[in-house]
């Protein structure tokens, strides 16, 4: 099938979004994914196919994730392929959230036994101080929740932040290891960077353990650091930069996207707000998230591709989860501007195998990516969660659409 651009912007209907998920599947099921992993491999992938057999009752799709979960397992299950990366984390967490789903079992005891791997995993990131969403031990909690009880792993995590952490009076900040700028920064991106700290407590203290006093002196931290370095807005475009460096503010303009810049510091200060019932924080976060939905120009924030990561189906989810939170009608329209201009964007691209990841041109320019948080499966994700509500819970990967709250 190809699909016909009109100058018009189409509001999608249900037939076009199944027409668009459907081109998907036909597309990958005729270009196998190679790759292993989860953001961009086989495990990730699975859960576009096993979510579209949840929707469709299509059953190549749960054949075609069964086996990109096979394959998967078989490479982890060299010990040498295991060790070497958070690939084997992200697979554990896949299994256990299609657990969830009642999709797939699993053979518990053999589970049980990779704990002490994770545990070892936990303990190297502890030592470069790697809490990073992604490859670090942030990501990794969302593994370990499956393993431990929650005093136990609110009281791992509690000492790691404590550990780790800079104070200043009633300011609470965590430093990154920046490979770009071969620096220490701070990093206020949701993918790598302190948001995803804030969110991550934010989970933790809803466990609602003897902690809580110490984990909301953290996010009280957390977020007046936020506070001391908001930008003006009207000024520069956005509240937060994506680096500050420790000497000097920075007083940079962030893109609009789920990796970095304003939606996920204003979501961490607005969830705080609500957990510390805090007015002055739910304020803050408030307009930060006002100005982040009126923020309509794809190319003033960058807006390049149609991905999870920094692309416009990453605002889609977004949009639609703070408008859960607030039922504040603007991010409704905002996710479904968002979701009108993907619709949109794909049919001008012709075909699915026209739909590009974006990538600086230097590292060799827009690419085709199959993968979930750069690809088509990460966007018919999205689009499978627009069609059915209840389509959404993978978002847990992303600190959206947390359960515990």
Same mark, same amino acid.
């Given at each position: 099938?190809?699909?016909?651009?009109?100058?018009?912007?189409?509001?999608?209907?249900?037939?076009?979004?199944?027409?668009?998920?459907?081109?998907?599947?036909?597309?990958?099921?005729?270009? $196998?994914?190679?790759?292993?992993?989860?953001?961009?491999?086989?495990?990730?992938?699975?859960?576009?196919?096993?979510? /579209?057999?949840?929707?469709?009752?299509?059953?190549?799709?749960?054949?075609?994730?069964?086996?990109?979960?096979?394959?998967?397992?078989?490479?982890?299950?060299?010990?040498?392929?295991?060790?070497?990366?958070?690939?084997?984390?992200?697979?554990?967490?896949?299994?256990? *959230?299609?657990?969830?789903?009642?999709?797939?079992?699993? /053979?518990?005891?053999?589970?049980?036994?990779?704990?002490?791997?994770?545990?070892?995993?936990?303990?190297?990131?502890?030592?470069?101080?790697?809490?990073?969403?992604?490859?670090?031990?942030?990501?990794?909690?969302?593994?370990?929740?499956?393993?431990?009880?929650?005093?136990?792993?609110?009281?791992?995590?509690?000492?790691?932040?404590?550990?780790?952490?800079?104070?200043?009076?009633?300011?609470?900040?965590?430093?990154?290891?920046?490979?770009?700028?071969?620096?220490?920064?701070?990093?206020?991106?949701?993918? *790598?960077?302190? $948001?995803?700290?804030?969110?991550?407590?934010?989970?933790?203290?809803?466990?609602?353990?003897?902690?809580?006093?110490?984990?909301?002196?953290?996010?009280?931290?957390?977020?007046?650091?936020?506070?001391?370095?908001?930008?003006?807005?009207?000024?520069?475009?956005?509240?937060? $930069?994506?680096?500050?460096?420790?000497?000097?503010?920075?007083?940079?303009?962030?893109?609009?996207?789920?990796?970095?810049?304003?939606?996920?510091?204003?979501?961490?200060?607005?969830?705080?707000?609500?957990?510390?019932?805090?007015?002055?924080?739910?304020?803050?976060?408030?307009?930060?998230?006002?100005?982040?939905?009126?923020?309509? /120009?794809?190319?003033?924030?960058?807006?390049?591709?149609?991905?999870?990561?920094?692309?416009?189906?990453?605002?889609?989810?977004?949009?639609?989860?703070?408008?859960?939170?607030?039922?504040?009608?603007?991010?409704?329209?905002?996710? /479904?501007?968002?979701?009108?201009?993907?619709?949109?964007?794909?049919?001008?691209?012709?075909?699915?195998?026209?739909?590009?990841?974006?990538?600086?041109?230097?590292?060799?320019? $827009?690419?085709?990516?199959?993968?979930?948080?750069?690809?088509?499966?990460?966007?018919?994700?999205?689009?499978?969660?627009?069609?059915?509500?209840?389509?959404?819970?993978?978002?847990?990967?992303?600190?959206?659409?947390?359960?515990?709250?």
């Amino acid at each position: 099938m190809e699909f016909y651009y009109s100058r018009q912007m189409l509001v999608p209907n249900q037939f076009i979004v199944r027409e668009i998920i459907l081109e998907i599947k036909k597309f990958i099921f005729n270009n $196998p994914i190679e790759t292993t992993g989860f953001f961009n491999g086989k495990s990730g992938a699975s859960l576009f196919f096993f979510y /579209d057999f949840l929707y469709s009752g299509d059953e190549k799709s749960f054949l075609v994730g069964s086996n990109y979960l096979e394959n998967e397992m078989s490479f982890l299950n060299n010990s040498q392929n295991r060790n070497k990366s958070n690939d084997f984390q992200w697979f554990l967490w896949t299994l256990f *959230h299609l657990k969830k789903k009642s999709i797939v079992e699993l /053979d518990e005891n053999k589970i049980n036994s990779y704990q002490y791997l994770l545990q070892d995993q936990f303990k190297t990131n502890s030592s470069e101080r790697n809490y990073d969403l992604l490859h670090g031990n942030i990501g990794l909690g969302l593994v370990l929740e499956n393993f431990m009880s929650r005093k136990a792993i609110t009281d791992q995590y509690v000492t790691f932040f404590l550990q780790t952490c800079k104070t200043e009076g009633n300011i609470y900040k965590w430093e990154y290891k920046d490979s770009v700028r071969k620096s220490i920064s701070y990093n206020i991106g949701l993918a *790598h960077g302190m $948001p995803s700290i804030i969110l991550y407590l934010i989970k933790l203290a809803n466990f609602q353990t003897d902690n809580n006093d110490i984990i909301c002196r953290l996010i009280e931290g957390g977020v007046n650091y936020f506070i001391e370095i908001m930008q003006n807005a009207s000024l520069i475009g956005s509240f937060f $930069p994506n680096f500050v460096t420790p000497n000097s503010k920075s007083t940079e303009y962030s893109r609009l996207a789920w990796c970095y810049g304003d939606l996920g510091v204003g979501l961490s200060i607005l969830k705080s707000g609500i957990l510390l019932k805090n007015k002055h924080y739910i304020e803050i976060g408030h307009r930060v998230l006002i100005n982040c939905a009126q923020r309509r /120009d794809p190319a003033s924030n960058f807006i390049k591709d149609f991905s999870i990561c920094h692309g416009s189906s990453g605002l889609i989810i977004f949009f639609d989860e703070i408008f859960l939170m607030t039922n504040d009608i603007i991010f409704k329209e905002a996710a /479904d501007y968002w979701f009108a201009f993907t619709i949109n964007e794909i049919i001008k691209c012709g075909n699915i195998e026209k739909v590009y990841a974006w990538k600086h041109e230097i590292d060799g320019g $827009p690419y085709l990516s199959k993968g979930f948080l750069l690809g088509l499966s990460g966007i018919g994700l999205v689009l499978l969660s627009r069609l059915d509500g209840r389509l959404n819970n993978w978002e847990e990967c992303l600190l959206l659409n947390d359960k515990t709250l």
